[in-house]
């Protein structure tokens, strides 16, 4: 693709673009897109005028603009994110069935977690995070898991830090967040209470494929003083069941 005069690519500045939209930013307006993603007001202008007549983008009569379902549909094209989702999602729903809080699968991308699906109770107690939503690697029980089996060079990209902290329980000191992740390597699941909010209770273990590798982290949400034991048997039935499940799909 054609470079700016910055040097800066067209592919670079559409991405640029799409990533000031969040799970909690979903509508703005072009000038907003321009100032949020450091884009000259013109160039902002013409890119979201090509996207949204390529369905990646859609503008409401307000002339206001949002994440098309063109994106939406291309992405789900043989991604590996949507199979996985679709195999843990029944299982999934066994655990929220039993445990009744929230239940969520993450997956490691570009150093953070990232949140494929989450079921949740009507009833049931806080919880930050959002499908499509991302939470610090050290901060959270599924990131714990997650960067416990990553490869060495993202552990130690990530205990570099800053390791910042959500909550009181947040682990924000390099050497005993090295400790935690060798225990959670050995033990193979975490129960990690407050760190991402003060009244929560996150429990995680790791998620297989056929051929052994951890491509994700299914967890439970739970009230800080819930008992953790039921939960974290059914989350081990699960992530099993998971691993069986991708031994029998085409790899």
């Known amino acids: 693709m054609a470079n700016s005069s910055a040097g800066e690519s067209v592919a670079s500045r559409i991405v640029r673009l799409l990533e000031t939209f969040t799970t909690e930013r979903t509508v703005q307006t072009v000038s907003e897109i321009a100032r949020r993603s450091g884009l000259p007001r013109t160039t902002a202008h013409r890119l979201v005028a090509e996207l949204a007549a390529s369905g990646l983008l859609e503008r ?18 043989g991604s590996h994110a949507l199979r996985l989702r679709q195999i843990a999602l029944p299982h999934m729903e066994r655990v929220q069935a039993r445990v009744g809080e929230h239940t969520q699968l993450a997956v490691l ?32 029980s599924s990131g714990l898991v997650l960067l416990a089996n990553a490869d060495e060079e993202v552990r130690e990209a990530t205990l570099a830090g800053p390791l910042t902290g959500l909550a009181q329980g947040t682990t924000t000191d390099a050497g005993r967040l090295r400790v935690q992740l060798a225990r959670i ?28 590798r951890v491509v994700a982290a299914l967890s439970v949400v739970l009230p800080r003083d819930a008992p953790t034991s039921g939960a974290l048997d059914e989350l081990r039935r699960a992530a099993a069941a998971i691993a069986r499940d991708f031994g029998v799909q085409p790899g």
């Not at 379902?69 to 789900?76: I, M, P, V």
């Not at 209470?193 to 297989?208: F, K």
Request: hydrophobic letters at 40%.
């Open 185 to 212: 390597r050995t033990h193979g699941y975490v129960v990690a209470p407050g760190s991402v909010e003060a009244v929560s209770t996150g429990v995680a273990v790791p998620v297989r494929d056929g051929r052994g």
């Open 60 to 77: 409401d009569a307000a002339g206001r603009v949002r994440l098309g379902l063109r994106l939406w549909e291309l992405a789900g094209r």
């Open 109 to 140: 991308e570009r150093g953070e977690a990232l949140f494929l699906e989450r079921l949740s109770s009507p009833t049931a107690g806080a919880n930050i995070t959002r499908i499509a939503g991302r939470l610090p690697l050290h901060a959270s």
